[in-house]
């Protein structure tokens, strides 16, 4: 017998929002216009109420439609935030997986310094002056563990800026939300701000200098810095 899955029986609302999508994708439904209203939406495709308010739903759950009381929805620009976001239950039950942070960790550290070299071959005078004040502030902030961190990640995500792409900004700010157990952990030992610190300086030296190999060196020896910190006091019995 042939190993073939079965047909699953679509339900009419989704119907309703993939012909809705298309009308988005083709253009038909651009940017801020309103879609007729669910009176003329059931006459249009000849279902009920239920199923046209369960397409808009939907359609509102996946970032592509706006809803407020009273007026019609409206078609709204797709923004790589709320999509990362609705990701966020899964990876966290992904993080509670004996390996998760584990994947997590190596992601980021194929993340950042993909973005890294990047920063160091195209960065504009303004984006290093940008970097600079960034890695000023986290200099001014060593005596403060909550300004360190949070100086701390706006110098990292400086670094991704210089890419200009929303889907590497929204990206970097899930995983920093997705990683800041290993934040909690790792800012309670001792000389873990001066080391981050420290190399932050070479990572921006390295940026200046428009010298990807020493750039990313640094932000490797960065990172893995910050895993050997997580896992010295998070390492899982066995």
Same mark, same amino acid.
């Given at each position: ?13 989704? &119907?309703?929002?993939?012909? $809705?999508?298309?009308?988005? $994708? &083709? ?35 996946? %970032?592509?439609?706006?809803? +407020? ?9 797709? &923004?790589?935030? !709320?999509?990362? !976001? ?15 942070? +584990? !994947?997590?960790?190596? =992601?980021?550290? /194929? $993340? ?10 195209? +960065? ?18 060593? %005596? ?5 961190? =949070?100086? &701390?990640?706006?110098? /990292? ?34 000389? =873990?701000?001066?080391?981050? $610190?420290?190399? /932050?300086?070479?990572?921006?030296? %390295?940026?200046?200098? !428009?010298?990807?190999?020493? +750039? ?20 899982? =019995?066995?």
């Amino acid at each position: 017998m042939l190993d073939i899955e079965p047909i699953r029986r679509r339900r009419i609302y989704e &119907d309703v929002a993939e012909r $809705l999508q298309q009308l988005m $994708l &083709d253009g038909t439904l651009g940017e801020g216009d309103a879609l007729p209203s669910e009176r003329e939406l059931m006459e249009q495709f000849k279902v009920g109420r239920p199923a046209i308010r369960e397409a808009l739903m939907s359609l509102q759950k996946a %970032g592509l439609v706006s809803i +407020a009381n009273g007026e019609r929805a409206r078609v709204v620009r797709p &923004d790589p935030k !709320h999509f990362i !976001h609705e990701l966020s239950a899964s990876v966290r039950a992904y993080l509670a997986q004996p390996a998760g942070m +584990a !994947h997590f960790q190596n =992601a980021r550290l /194929h $993340l950042e310094l993909a973005l890294t070299r990047h920063a160091a071959r195209e +960065a504009s005078p303004a984006d290093l002056v940008r970097i600079g004040d960034a890695l000023a502030r986290n200099r001014r902030d060593l %005596g403060d563990r909550a300004a360190f961190e =949070a100086s &701390d990640i706006a110098f /990292h995500y400086e670094i991704v800026l210089v890419a200009q792409n929303p889907l590497f900004n929204g990206l970097h700010q899930a995983v920093v939300q997705w990683l800041s157990q290993q934040r909690k952990v790792t800012l309670q030992v001792a000389e =873990a701000k001066e080391l981050a $610190l420290a190399y /932050h300086e070479r990572i921006y030296d %390295g940026i200046a200098a !428009h010298d990807a190999d020493a +750039a990313e060196a640094a932000m490797r020896a960065h990172l893995e810095a910050v895993e050997d910190f997580y896992w010295e006091r998070e390492r899982p =019995a066995g």
